[in-house]
């Protein structure tokens, strides 16, 4: 028996006018996600506990199986899990972002013009961070290089109690009333501001007509994790695939093998055929479980991309869902799939909220009846079924 988990991050939304007073799931073309929620249990979940902020590390934990009441410790603590960085109990971590501010002189007075420098790439994000920690780095604080405007910053012995903004929450902002209260932390983003403004990476993306990456923002702050491992806690091995350190991070801390695939961007431009390749591969290769984390639909809703978020999805169920619904029935596989959003990303807020999202687990040889016509939040609420505690959903998969 296999078990696979189809996260389409952020893909859950509200009625958008441009679409008609659809949202983008309802009009997405989807049939063979659609086909599945015809005959599978569909219904909302919840995946983010009232008394925790709605990001993805808590929501993917929640999805994973993970209780985050139990076992959330931070965003950027996972996200080091993946890089590689070595972390004692007493650090403290903390994801970096490069983004784009504005050009008014005062820091202060400076808008959040683009939380991703137009989705820099690594190669010159890495410049920078490298430029950042060069000039910056002391015996209580580093940095660390990750993918494209997503990076880390360690601060030795030093105690988790720090209250900061995720840059995505602020587009379009000035930053004055969301500035980190930690003078240290704040005069590292300003400091950094003189570092990359005029970095010769940054004049050539303002040639090329691209947004500078001119300032690191300092935010998702976290501790060590620990979490029991997936053959510990489920009796399962497995893989992950996934284009973003934080999913790659929780599956290092729950044992599972994590898959690099060449060209996997998090975005709407990721290579979709390697990820199913990979996933294929994973499952042929004798994984029991395999988890595959799609970003592109959130990164469409962070940056209102319309259009964009509709084609996510749609590339989802033409180049994922399909490659690996036809590798297992080819194989005479039997096989448990859930597919569902972490947390809903509105392209009217372009942030995450923690509003339930819909799920579709479908079942190989159990198929019923679900007298929903197509895989939306509209007919998932039809459904009257409600699942309070998103980390439970593993063991309605596995059961």
Not at 246 to 275: P, Q, R, S, Y
Request: glycine fraction near 8%; charge should be negative; include cysteine.
């Amino acid at each position: 028996m296999k078990y696979i988990v189809i996260l389409c991050d952020g893909a859950a939304d509200t009625p958008v006018a441009e679409l008609g007073g659809k949202t983008p799931l309802e009009a997405a073309k989807k049939p063979n996600i659609d086909k599945l929620a015809t005959l599978g249990e569909v219904g909302m979940v919840t995946t983010v506990p009232a008394n925790l902020p709605p990001g993805s590390d808590v929501a993917n934990l929640a999805v994973f199986g993970y209780d985050p009441q139990k076992y959330y410790t931070g965003r950027s603590p996972l996200e080091a899990m993946s890089m590689g960085v070595h972390l004692e109990l007493t650090d403290t971590t903390f994801r970096t972002n490069v983004v784009t501010l504005s050009d008014e002189e005062n820091y202060e007075d400076k808008t959040m013009v683009d939380y991703s420098s137009d989705e820099i790439t690594t190669e010159e994000s890495s410049q920078l961070i490298a430029a950042v920690n060069e000039a910056l780095r002391t015996e209580e604080y580093e940095f660390f290089s990750g993918i494209s405007y997503r990076h880390l910053m360690v601060w030795h012995n030093k105690e988790n109690k720090f209250s900061l903004t995720p840059p995505h929450d602020i587009s379009g902002r000035c930053v004055k009333d969301y500035l980190p209260k930690d003078k240290t932390i704040l005069n590292l983003m300003k400091k950094s501001h003189e570092i990359l403004k005029n970095h010769p990476v940054n004049l050539d993306r303002i040639k090329r007509g691209l947004n500078p990456a001119n300032s690191i923002w300092i935010w998702g702050n976290g501790t060590k994790p620990a979490l029991d491992t997936y053959k510990e806690k489920f009796g399962l091995q497995g893989t992950v695939v996934s284009a973003v350190d934080l999913i790659k991070g929780i599956g290092v801390c729950a044992g599972l093998e994590n898959v690099d695939v060449i060209g996997a961007t998090g975005n709407v431009h990721t290579n979709f055929d390697g990820k199913a390749e990979a996933a294929i591969k994973a499952l042929r290769s004798g994984s029991d479980f395999l988890y595959v984390h799609l970003e592109a639909p959130d990164e469409a809703g962070h940056r209102h991309e319309i259009d964009n978020k509709v084609k996510a999805i749609e590339l989802i169920d033409e180049k994922i869902v399909a490659p690996i619904l036809k590798a297992l029935e080819d194989d005479g596989q039997e096989f448990a799939m859930l597919i569902m959003p972490d947390h809903p990303t509105p392209l009217a807020i372009r942030t995450h909220t923690s509003d339930p999202v819909p799920y579709i687990i479908y079942k190989s040889g159990k198929c019923a009846e679900s007298g929903v016509a197509s895989y939306t939040e509209a007919e998932a609420l039809k459904t009257g079924i409600v699942v309070d505690h998103g980390y439970t959903l593993i063991e309605r998969l596995t059961k």
